[in-house]
């Protein structure tokens, strides 16, 4: 079992950076590929970054490319999420979410454990 607990979030103006950060319990977080999601208000939750059990491998949505930065401390057991340029479209819930085969992937199903989320809102 993994507890993951975000923590960043807050209110910030756009084209400013936050820093979100996911904790987790375990001693086994480097096994474990880990993501961040996105739900908007009224949309579903969506893949924003994820990365590899390494930290070599990392992937990100389109949106976000060159805006936010995903990477993890396994010494610490957390995985972070740098977001600069911040947009209004940005705003919502962010997750972070624990893959336990090493798949950094896209697909939210596939994810095995998810934190409680952190409320990131842009005012533009």
């Known amino acids: 079992q993994v507890q993951l607990v975000e923590s960043g979030g807050g209110l910030v103006q756009a084209g400013g950076s936050l820093r979100l950060s996911c904790a987790t319990s375990g001693r086994t977080f480097s096994s474990y590929a880990m993501g961040w999601f996105h739900q908007a208000p009224g949309k579903e939750r969506e893949f924003v970054a994820a990365?590899?059990?390494?930290?070599?491998?990392?992937s990100y949505v389109d949106s976000v490319k060159g805006r936010f930065t995903i990477s993890r401390d396994n010494a610490k057991s957390t995985v972070y999420l740098q977001m600069n340029s911040l947009k209004s479209e940005d705003t919502g819930v962010y997750y972070c979410?624990?893959?336990?085969?090493?798949?950094?992937?896209?697909?939210?199903?596939?994810?095995?454990?998810w934190g409680q989320g952190t409320q990131v809102t842009v005012s533009s």
């Open positions: 979410a624990a893959e336990s085969h090493g798949l950094a992937t896209m697909d939210p199903a596939l994810y095995d454990y």
């Open positions: 990365i590899s059990r390494s930290g070599l491998h990392t």
